[in-house]
């Protein structure tokens, strides 16, 4: 079956970086596209980032400039780059793969949790 495992998480102080990492087993890696969404307590489940197929990337507004998502087709693993962490970027993250990027369907990890606090 599909698997989706994150990590990297933890608390880090405003303005520091995480890198977070999903490793996927049980499917065919390269068809997917993959994503990085969030979810915050009380909040509906938001979409950070995604890349396709052919490594093309989407961004919400929120993260532009600071989050960098990546994959390595290699080792069936996503990655998401966190710069400049700011408190309103807690939450917990998880991994999605799809077959069409921001659908909010598809395959989810269990996610990470990501703490900005001083």
């Known amino acids: 079956q599909v698997q989706l495992v994150e990590s990297g998480g933890g608390l880090v102080q405003p303005g520091g970086s995480l890198r977070l990492s999903c490793a996927a087993s049980?499917?065919?890696?390269?068809?997917?596209?993959l994503g990085w969404y969030r979810q915050a307590p009380g909040k509906q489940r938001e979409l950070v980032a995604t890349?396709?197929?052919?490594?093309?990337?989407n961004y919400a507004d929120s993260v532009k400039g600071r989050f960098t998502i990546s994959r390595d087709n290699a080792k069936s693993m996503v990655y998401l780059q966190m710069n400049s962490l700011k408190p309103e970027d807690t939450a917990v993250y998880l991994c999605?793969?799809?077959?069409?990027?921001?659908?909010?369907?598809?395959?989810w990890g269990r996610g990470t949790q990501v703490t900005v606090s001083s």
């Open positions: 999605n793969a799809d077959i069409m990027p921001g659908t909010y369907r598809g395959h």
């Open positions: 049980g499917l065919i890696f390269t068809v997917y596209a």
């Open positions: 890349i396709t197929r052919d490594g093309s990337t």
